[in-house]
């Protein structure tokens, strides 16, 4: 996997697994951002980190998860457990919309 692809990866995880990172207006942001974006691995990518350098918590465990997957020659491969998602823009855009959902139905629960 390219970097390119472990960051866009990693990203939709977070968005699956610690959507509390993300406010609502993070979400319409994010929603703008990766609708503006051609449909290329790097270009989304750029664009997630870049957006992530603005947001600290979600960059720490963004950098967090890369430190324990990206591993130099010959280093043992960790068991992060994160799945290998679709990466395409309208993947990532589903996720955005579902882990809205998720939220929206966490709040209605409690």
Not at 35 to 53: G, K, R
Not at 68 to 82: E, H, L, M, S, Y
Request: aromatic share 6%; proline share 3%; with cysteine.
């Amino acid at each position: 996997m390219s970097d390119y692809e472990t960051t866009v990866n990693i990203f939709i995880h977070l968005l699956n697994t610690q959507s509390s990172l993300f406010s609502a207006e993070d979400k319409i942001t994010l929603m703008k951002l990766i609708n503006n974006q051609p449909d290329d691995i790097e270009s989304l990518s750029n664009a997630i980190s870049d957006w992530c350098a603005k947001h600290s918590e979600v960059d720490k465990a963004l950098g967090e998860f890369e430190k324990i997957v990206v591993r130099g020659p010959g280093d043992k491969q960790a068991n992060t457990n994160i799945p290998k998602y679709e990466l395409d823009k309208k993947n990532i855009l589903n996720e955005i919309q579902q882990s809205s959902s998720s939220a929206k139905e966490t709040k209605k629960r409690t």
